[in-house]
C-alpha cells in the first residue's frame, strides 16, 4: 500500500491527520505538486482527474477522494471512531462533514485558486469574481459555526472527528488564500486552539 501524498496542499493533509489520529503507519510516496508532479504520466494512470490524494492498495486497486479513502481506514481500524457512532452518532458526523466540506472547505478553495497569482496555471480560465463572491461565505459560515460550538467541544458533538479535521485544514487553507478568521468569534477561536493543538495537526 502507498499513499501519493501532496505535502502542504489540503486534501492529502486531510488524510495524513485522519491516519495520524488513527496511529496508522502508511508509507508515502511525496508528488511534488508545485512541479506538477500530480499531472505525471505516472499519476494520471492512476487517477485521470489528477487530484491528490491517492491511496494504491497492494492488489493494485486505486482509491482517490479524501473522504472515501479515509472511510476505507476507518472500516480497517474502528478505533478510536472518526465518522462517529451508532445511527445517530454517524448521521450527525455525516452532517457536519458535509457542511464543512462545502460551506468552508470549497469557498476557501475557490478564493485561493480564483484569487492567487500562483494558480492560474491549475485553475483555467481563473475568474477573479468567483473568488471575491466567496470571500462572504466563508466569513458568514465562521459566524454560523462559531455559534454552534458554543455548547460543544468539537464540531459534531463531544468527540473529535472527521469534521473536525475538515474544518482545522479549511481554516489553515485560509492563510494562502489570504483571509483572516474575523476577531470575536471566541467559541471558533477555543476550538482551533484545541484541534490545531492536537500531535496530529503536525502530520
Ligand atoms: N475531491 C477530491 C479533491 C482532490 C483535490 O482537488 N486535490 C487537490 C490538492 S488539495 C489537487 O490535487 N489539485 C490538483 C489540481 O487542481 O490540479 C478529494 O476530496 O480528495
Not at 45 to 56: F, G, T
Not at 106 to 112: C, E, H, I, K, R
Amino acid at each position: 500500500m502507498k499513499l501519493f501524498d501532496g505535502g502542504r496542499a489540503p486534501n492529502p493533509r486531510r488524510v495524513r491527520i485522519f491516519l495520524a489520529e488513527k496511529g496508522i503507519e502508511v508509507p508515502l510516496q511525496p508528488v511534488d505538486m508545485g512541479a506538477m508532479g500530480h499531472r505525471s504520466e505516472a499519476l494520471t494512470k492512476r487517477n485521470p482527474l489528477r487530484r491528490l490524494p491517492v491511496l494504491e492498495l497492494d492488489d493494485g486497486t486505486v482509491l482517490t477522494e479524501t473522504i472515501a479513502i479515509c472511510r476505507y481506514f476507518e472500516a480497517l481500524h474502528p478505533e478510536p471512531p472518526l465518522f462517529g457512532k451508532g445511527a445517530l452518532g454517524t448521521a450527525l458526523v455525516e452532517m457536519w462533514q458535509r457542511r464543512m466540506e462545502m460551506h468552508l472547505f470549497m469557498p476557501v478553495a475557490q478564493v485561493f485558486r480564483h484569487l492567487h497569482p500562483a494558480m492560474q496555471e491549475w485553475e483555467v480560465p481563473q475568474v477573479p469574481a468567483w473568488g471575491e463572491a466567496n470571500k462572504p461565505k466563508v466569513m458568514e459560515f465562521l459566524q454560523f459555526l462559531d455559534g454552534e460550538l458554543a455548547d460543544r467541544p468539537f464540531v459534531a458533538g463531544d468527540d473529535y472527528t472527521v469534521a473536525d479535521i475538515t474544518g482545522l485544514v479549511s481554516i489553515d487553507f485560509m492563510k494562502p488564500a489570504k483571509l483572516t478568521v474575523p476577531d470575536g468569534l471566541a467559541h471558533l477561536a477555543r476550538w482551533y486552539h484545541a484541534v490545531s493543538g492536537r500531535p496530529s495537526a503536525k502530520a
